[in-house]
């Protein structure tokens, strides 16, 4: 059974057609860049903006809708960008404004949408506010933009609450005052170089307001909102009364996380969004007139760590957000009982809401769904062993070809088009997740999935850049570079194109909010969408399904229809149209 046998690419009017949606978001396949590590254009070691302009057409190829940029604000990197000193200026090693303006219209003229990364919880502690915070001292106003507290003990040399950081230790840090004695801490739920903001202070959300319209003038299509549970604390900061609190995430609703009032901020937010939305300045398409013409919505799109999808459809609601990621599918095991527990409660929460479901495998905080499905079930979402790779990339196309029938929004992570496994092998000597160095907390590992991403056989750094990369690629990645699969049928680079083009091109894949599930045997999901039926075999071996029709792609080749029957091989999916 050939992959490439059907599911040819998308007319240029289909193409257009996305593009100029107002509702675009509801059915589209974002691709994420970790501008680090996707191309570098000056032989720096480093990824950049140039770099991701001049591989747009990769992806525009590739098949996406939308591109999510993570941070390439002035930072001082403590945390890979995630520490902003300046929310209207471009880190110099990743280029300037400039190059910011010419990759956004760049992307516009080939149809793609841009999404940058916003950063409302915490600043760096190179923010200007947060240097003017330490100078002027105790009861200074700059210090209520942040929280600044005394501490407890005789002496205040205790931590104002039991709060501990996500990246471990105390979520506090004593600062020296002006006259060089020990005076307040200050909160940081991640690095200590990362103060939280306290947005209970009017000037933060003003502040915001006016970077949101700054990045909307440039023409930006949208916001990826990290940590978008985060921004709102309970009041008076109340002790949680545990320990090891980064276990607890997920399960509860925390004094720091997840707290009702984040949604009055988002609310306040959307009025802005929808003023920009169809005032131009997005993806053209091939028959357009011209930039200035209606083109379609704005969108937020939350990253919310939540217990439930329940609570995570509160952040999706018609006056709020557009979509939030789904952590719950992200952290689902390779098991048709509970990938289906999950896909009903996703789909059954988002429903009342009228928002879109979204899929997504892989991230720049988590293993790579390669890795992570090459390994036994339940080692979490950091994992520190390769596993057996050859199942974990079985595996991850099957996954993958379920996760894109699925209805509603996917997300692509740089480099799972290629099958790429986590690097779990860098020396310590080469890590800079702030994470790995502080002990207790994640375990650190972010690293392994940044590794620049390789696009030639040869050259220093697999073509990511002329002077090397700021991690070291492992050798085996000439064999999983974009040239070397470029046209190989089977290759993972193909079956992600041409399942794009299929997922554009077929009616009844793309927007939606429910399936119709298919008895199945133990271990398989089935479900049909309209005229196009979806059969995933998450078990370790082969079984027997119904033919639904004609064949438009399977994640195995070896896949044999017989008669009114196809024999499945373990760790595959296959999607039919019965037109």
Known sequence: MSQQQSAAPAPQSAVATVAQRRDWWR?????????RSFADSNGDGMGDLEGVRSRLPYLRDLGVDAVWLSPFYASPQADAGYDVADYRAVDPMFGTLLDADALIRDAHTLGLRIIVDLVPNHSSDQHEWFKRALAEGTGSASRDRYHFRPGKGKNGELPPNDWESIFGGPAWTRVTEPDGTPGEWYLHLFAPEQPDFNWEHPAVGDEFRSILRFWLDMGVDGFRIDVAHGLVKAAGLPDLGSRDQVKLLGNDVMPFFDQDGVHTIYRQWRHILDEYSGKGKGPEGPSSEGRGRETGGRIFVAEAWTPTVERTAHYVRADELHQAFNFQYLSTAWDAEELRVVIDRT?????????????????????????????????GTQIRTAGDRDLGLRRARAATLLMLALPGSAYVYQGEELGLPDVTDLPDEVRQDPAYFRGAGQDGFR??????IPW???GSSYGFGAGGSWLPQPDSWA???IEAQTGVPGSTLELYRTALAARRAHPDLGAG??????KAPEGVLAFRRGEFVCVAN?????VIVPSYGRVLLASDETAETTGGETKLPADTTVWWTTA
């Open 27 to 35: 059915d589209a396949v974002i691709y994420q860049v970790y501008p």
């Open 347 to 379: 789909l059954d929460a988002m429903r009342p809401v009228g928002a879109p479901a979204t899929w997504v495998l892989s991230n720049h905080d988590v293993t790579r769904h390669a890795t992570r499905f090459a390994n036994p079930p339940g080692l």
């Open 447 to 452: 690293d392994g999935c940044r590794v620049p």
């Open 456 to 458: 030639t056989r040869e």
């Open 479 to 481: 064999g999983l570079s």
């Open 513 to 518: 909010d429910g399936v119709e599930w298919l």
């Open 538 to 542: 998450t078990g370790g071996e082969s």
